[in-house]
């Protein structure tokens, strides 16, 4: 779907945010504490996940994640698929609802690809970007906030996780700490390098800090730094128009 003139110019009425950070991050915690914070201020708030957040994207999702024969897959495979899920859940669900003037949290969007994808796997940092471009058109996060934790925190939380649920790591799961460790200072060099767009929170803090840290900035960038009147001024009619997609990260 190529987006219109008229139609990129109303993207601007709704807000994108993406979440992102390394495995074990509290990412959909914090998702979850912000939905609350801004349906009580009356937006329309849908939540999506990459990969998937929709029905095709959970199928390829489901390819990346936990197909058996997963270990053969090539790092141009991998980039593909994920940008193949990027392009559905985009003009599926994110940019319909930018146009309508909601608020859109993702739960990872295309630095993800940047990061594991090009950085970790080595990847071509072009052709990455390229393909990025491609799969999201016109759709950028207005903020992307990353969670932050050493690579020991995120492995150890990996694996209670596995263990709580009894599963065995996914695919991605399954790699290693100098992976990890490249993912981390990935997403910290892109922050560097795009300091409006990006929000870095130090996700060994509390879940309550890190909450108070995240809305705080968001109400300073995005706000104008008073969320309330903003949301008062735009006449958005508190909890009637909130509305969450089904396409919502189910609870771990
Ligand atoms: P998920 O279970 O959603 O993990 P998390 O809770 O950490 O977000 O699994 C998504 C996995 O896919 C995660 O390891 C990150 C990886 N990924 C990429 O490698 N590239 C991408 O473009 C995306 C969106 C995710």
């Known amino acids: 779907m190529a987006l219109s003139k008229k139609a990129k110019d109303k993207l601007g009425a709704g807000l994108l945010i993406s979440f992102e950070g390394s495995e074990g991050s509290g990412k959909t915690t914090q998702i979850k504490r912000l939905v609350q914070r801004l349906e009580k201020l009356g937006h329309e708030i ?13 199928q390829v999702r489901n390819i990346l994640l936990h197909n058996a024969g997963g270990d053969e897959m090539f790092a141009e495979t991998e980039l593909l698929l994920f940008a193949a899920a990027r392009a559905q859940v985009v003009r599926q669900t994110i940019a319909p609802a930018l146009l309508r003037g909601a608020i859109v949290l993702s739960d990872r969007y295309l630095d993800s690809s940047t990061v594991y994808q090009g950085i970790a796997r080595n990847l071509a940092l072009g052709p990455v970007n390229e393909i990025n471009r491609f799969a999201v058109g ?28 009894g599963a065995k790591p996914d695919r991605m799961e399954r790699e290693n700490i100098d992976f990890y460790d490249k993912v981390r200072k990935g997403y910290l060099l892109l922050a560097q390098g795009m300091p409006k767009r990006f929000v870095v929170v130090d996700g060994t803090q509390s879940v309550d800090v890190i909450e108070k840290q995240i809305w705080a900035a968001l109400e300073k960038r995005l706000f104008g730094g008073n969320a309330k009147a903003r949301a008062k001024a735009a006449g958005v009619k508190a909890k009637a128009a909130a509305k969450k997609s089904t396409a919502a990260k189910p609870a771990r």
């Open 46 to 58: 849908v939540t999506t996940r990459e990969p998937g957040g929709t029905g095709i994207g959970e």
């Open 138 to 165: 016109s759709v950028m996060p207005h903020i992307t906030v990353v969670i932050d934790v050493p690579t020991s925190v995120s492995l150890e939380r990996i694996k209670k996780r596995a263990g709580a649920k």
